[in-house]
T-cell receptor, first 115, second 114 residues
Framework: AQSVTQLDSHVSVSEGTPVLLRCNYSSSYSPSLFWYVQHPNKGLQLLLKYTSAATLVKGINGFEAEFKKSETSFHLTKPSAHMSDAAEYFC?????????????FGAGTRLFVKA | DAMVIQNPRYQVTQFGKPVTLSCSQTLNHNVMYWYQQKSSQAPKLLFHYYDKDFNNEADTPDNFQSRRPNTSFCFLDIRSPGLGDAAMYLCAAATAALPYNEQFFGPGTRLTVL
């Protein structure tokens, strides 16, 4: 069965300090994994994706994530938080099945950035 | 720029009055999705189109319907909106030509039910 767990519903950091948003998944196959960001009253924007190529994935706005199969994790990191990073972040896992794709969203992690 | 467009961005309707939300995409992608997102929750898939094939999620109420007249456009019809249907509605497009399901999202339509 496919699932995705975002381990923190809220994360608070100070501006200029590192960001870590945690995501664990389970999948029967070789999944694709995504991180999306959502600012208030906006749609979802893709930050980065893992699609079975390099396990360390670099995305937009200085974010990166590492796919660790042994730990079934895909944590999102950024070396230095900026005020504009305050938003909701969703980890998404997707598997191909007979009908197309099965895509599961995590519950989301709200990131707060303090000045 | 290729994108997913949703109109209107904000929609107000009355309890029980039918409403239609619109989505268009310039990506020429063959898969389109409609999601409902309530406050502080993850998006919940309502249904999707794979080309012209409609795929309804098992727990999507009958009150929600969809139409896809062509590749570019997809509509969400709420036949009799209730107060519980107030939410952000997100449209997304993806291509089945890739081995992974990257979805491109529109900005959403926030629906208010009075």
């Amino acid at each position: 069965a496919q699932s995705v767990t975002q381990l923190d519903s809220h994360v608070s950091v100070s501006e200029g300090t590192p960001v870590l948003l945690r995501c664990n998944y389970s999948s029967s196959y070789s999944p694709s994994l995504f991180w999306y960001v959502q600012h208030p009253n906006k749609g979802l924007q893709l930050l980065l994706k893992y699609t079975s190529a390099a396990t360390l994935v670099k995305g937009i706005n200085g974010f990166e994530a590492e796919f660790k199969k042994s730990e079934t994790s895909f944590h999102l990191t950024k070396p230095s938080a900026h005020m504009s990073d305050a938003a909701e972040y969703f980890c998404v896992v997707s598997d191909r099945n007979t009908g197309g794709f099965k895509t599961i969203f995590g519950a989301g992690t709200r990131l707060f950035v303090k000045a | 720029d290729a994108m997913v467009i949703q109109n209107p961005r904000y929609q107000v309707t009355q309890f029980g009055k039918p409403v239609t939300l619109s989505c268009s995409q310039t990506l020429n992608h063959n898969v389109m999705y409609w999601y409902q997102q309530k406050s502080s929750q993850a998006p919940k898939l309502l249904f999707h189109y794979y080309d012209k094939d409609f795929n309804n999620e098992a727990d999507t109420p009958d009150n929600f319907q969809s139409r896809r007249p062509n590749t570019s456009f997809c509509f969400l019809d709420i036949r009799s909106p209730g107060l519980g249907d107030a939410a952000m509605y997100l449209c997304a497009a993806a291509t089945a030509a890739l081995p992974y399901n990257e979805q491109f999202f529109g900005p959403g339509t926030r629906l208010t039910v009075l």
